[in-house]
């Protein structure tokens, strides 16, 4: 199994996005079983449209925080791959 930080000679992919995120729910815990946004607080029927974890500590991550922002977006009309990278290392 190659990590994604690790030095393995080889062909590697990106793929950059254009990700529509709307109106972002902030978490510092890992939701790891949300299969939905959240609601605004008093109105059940009003979804956020993504959630992100931003970078620092984070309640229930295996590591305790994360390294990285992550953009979590729930339907696929969201984003839109724009380019495939293709670099070799």
């Given at each position: 199994v190659c990590l994604a930080s690790c030095r393995c000679p080889g062909t590697r992919y990106v793929i950059l996005a254009r990700v529509?995120?709307?109106?972002p729910f902030y978490t510092r815990e890992a939701c790891k079983s949300m299969s939905?946004?959240?609601?605004?607080?008093?109105q059940d029927t009003r979804l956020y449209d993504c959630v992100v974890a931003r970078r620092g500590q984070m309640?229930?991550?295996?590591k305790?925080?994360?390294d990285h922002h992550e953009?979590?977006?729930?339907?696929?009309?969201?984003?839109?791959p724009a380019y495939i990278v293709r670099y070799s290392v």
């Open positions: 529509a995120l709307g109106t939905r946004p959240p609601a605004f607080i008093g309640r229930g991550h295996w305790g925080h994360q953009f979590v977006i729930f339907k696929q009309e969201q984003a839109y």
